[in-house]
């Protein structure tokens, strides 16, 4: 799957989870750029990314994301 | 179950016409996740819960603390989340010795929140974490982490009967159906340090919302069963009463007797049991009566129906019959058109979508915990025979034209007594269920009602009924407060709506004038408290003669003693 089809995908599921249709998502975009995207959130959106492309993250991956591009990167890196 | 994504949107939802309940959260982990579940749970269930959350980790502080806000709001509810992770860390960290005493010490500081809070206390039990440093052996191992949460879970259960406003919610339950891999996820723990999965969490808030709609008497009370393909294999009328799939043995036959099993359990719980199918009466009665194999008998059955109407209508008949609310009502079937049916038109009624695999239905069934209660008394084994009576009493009526003349033929008679320990849970669980004939639906529970029998304040009644066709129990219950030497004031009178129209009310008024006359009381004064479901008493302080008085917002009613002529009623007192 192209970088650019995840990067949609997950567009999508931050859209449903935070409830805000206009989320645009970008390599460069960070929790402070996004309303309502806090830790407890964070998680919630971890999940579905989970399901939507049935993989795991580990803890450490979790915490280890500077922005969108480097979450993307790891869920490119499991498919 | 819905998810937590859709439990948090229905915060959102404008929550102003909802019946408000104001509830505390504590816990030794985050909450706030567990928060929005339950608030949004609340939603599904009509209930806005206005939700104080301790701040975190502060279990300890506020409940060892009196001047704490646990103490000094108006709370109804207080739940406690004390997770067996956090214990086990603390139980690691105790020496040898002090392992032996962890259950014991946890459960002391369970038992002092108890007795210090005035309101109900819902505690999640102990899930185990099988941490396997000794392995099985930690059975005879009294140290160990395993042996010390299964004594906790186990004395937490004897502590609940003994402090009544204990109600343990089974967090160990829900583990055991779900599986520890499930309930709990480490990457949301080692993120925002919740000890619980997505995925458990709406189950989790679910059955917490059981637990406070139970008290709030929003329990079920019957369950009506399709016979075909749900309460045994195959079709009565076509494979004959000796031909249909139940028994022991290979196949699929054991599936429907232990299915038959768990709905005699229930039966025997109290939960009133009707038949709704389409078939031809007899027809459908033949199993009950001639196939051994049948765990269910035609005793156990409360209202058999069975013929060709649609299944709303043959609802609406059980309904009439029973005089309970649709809304307490379970209905299982196997054909989706009949479920969709019932659905449309009786949208109160719950109609669980059972799988298609009836080797299925019993699992699916327990993960619905659709009959969660907050009281049991042994006299709620009697109900199917007492709503039997009801029916019989029913045809009876009908072969009398005048309705005095029926009632005197009843042979009614009603004892009369204060409370005392062995009335007081069955007065409590009344107080919890009746929600037709309720003046004011002030919940008590059992520890208030023993508060009342002991407190000078009030003049407490309980009136039993008993007829030619059997004895209905205990089925009203009036409680007088005392305000100042000339007044009582009716702060409670509900009445079970089995025995309606039998002139029950003027017995009961009858009663407590007399009893009033005699303590030198001058007036009695009544106040009808309208909720959604007591429309039926509504007129009820005026058709007992009762003179209306506006006070402020609140409907109430005078009654002067001196002047009471008895009223005309069939009933009579016995000791």
Known sequence: MEKTDILKQVQDIFRDILDDKNIILSDASTAEDIEDWDSLTHIQLIKAIEKNFSIRFTSREILSWNNVGEMLDCIKSKL | ?575
């Open chain 2, 1 to 575: 179950m819905k998810d937590y994504q859709t439990l948090k949107r229905n915060l959102k939802k404008d929550l102003s016409t909802l019946r408000k309940c104001k509830v505390a959260l504590l816990g030794d982990s985050a909450t706030q996740m567990l928060a929005t579940a339950i608030k949004g749970e609340g939603v599904e269930r009509g209930v806005c819960i206005d939700l104080w959350e301790a701040e975190y980790n502060q279990v300890e502080r506020q409940v060892m603390d009196r001047t704490s806000l646990l103490y000094t709001q108006d709370l109804q509810y207080t739940i406690v989340f004390q997770s067996t992770h956090k214990g086990m860390e603390q139980h690691a960290l105790l020496k040898e010795e002090e392992k032996a005493k962890w259950a014991e010490e946890r459960l002391s500081f369970v038992r002092n929140l108890c007795e210090n809070s005035k309101t109900h206390i819902i505690y999640y039990n102990y899930p185990e974490i099988e941490d396997t440093v000794f392995g099985s052996y930690a059975n005879k191992v009294e140290t160990s982490f395993t042996y010390q949460v299964r004594k906790l879970n186990y004395q937490l259960m004897q502590l609940s009967q003994e402090c009544k406003n204990l109600f343990i919610c089974d967090l160990a339950g829900i583990q055991n159906k779900m599986g520890r891999d499930q309930l709990f996820d480490s990457a949301v723990y080692i993120n925002t340090e919740l000890l619980l999965s997505l995925d458990a969490l709406p189950i989790v808030a679910s059955r917490t919302l059981d637990i406070i709609c139970a008290i709030e008497g929003k329990g079920k009370k019957c369950l009506i069963l399709d016979l075909d393909n749900t309460l045994w294999g195959g079709i009565v009328g076509d494979d004959g009463w000796e031909g249909i799939q139940i028994g022991h043995g290979l196949g699929i036959g054991k599936a429907f007797t232990e299915f038959q099993e768990w709905v005699k359990k229930l039966k025997e719980r109290g939960i009133i049991i009707a038949i709704c199918s389409k078939n031809d009466e007899e027809k459908a009665k033949e199993p009950f009566l001639k196939n051994p194999e049948m765990v269910l008998k035609l005793e156990d059955i409360a209202v058999f129906i069975a013929n060709w109407k649609n299944k709303a209508e043959n609802i609406q008949e059980i309904q009439h019959i029973l005089n309970i609310g649709f809304d307490s009502m379970v209905f299982l079937d196997d054909n989706p058109f009949e479920r969709n049916m019932v659905r449309e038109h009786l949208p109160e009624v719950t109609v669980p979508e059972l799988p298609d695999d009836p080797g299925l239905y019993l699992e699916y069934l327990y993960s619905l915990n659709l009959f969660e209660t907050a009281s049991y008394s042994t006299a709620d084994q009697d109900r199917t025979r007492q709503y039997q009576a009801q029916a019989q009493r029913a045809t009876a009526s009908q072969t009398f034209t005048d309705e005095k003349a029926f009632l005197k033929s009843l042979n009614m008679t009603s004892v009369v007594r204060g409370f005392d320990k062995f009335n007081t849970p069955r007065v409590a669980q009344l107080s919890q269920r009746s929600n037709q004939f309720n003046l004011r639906t002030i919940r008590y529970t059992e520890a208030k009602i023993t508060e009342i029998a002991q407190s000078d304040a009030y003049m407490p009644f309980s009136f039993t009924l008993d007829d030619k066709f059997g004895d209905n129990g205990l089925i009203g219950v009036i409680i007088l407060q005392k305000q100042g030497k000339d007044t009582l004031f009716v702060d409670t009178w509900f009445m079970s709506c089995r025995v309606l129209n039998r002139g029950m009310e003027d017995f009961m008024l009858n009663t407590i004038v007399d009893a009033a006359k005699r303590a030198g009381y001058k007036h009695l004064i009544g106040e009808y408290l309208p909720t959604p479901k007591n429309q039926m008493v509504a007129k009820h302080y005026d058709r007992l003669g009762f003179t209306p008085i506006k006070r402020e917002t609140v409907q109430q009613y005078i009654l002067d003693v001196a002047g009471y002529q008895p009223r005309e009623c069939y009933i009579h007192s016995t000791v």
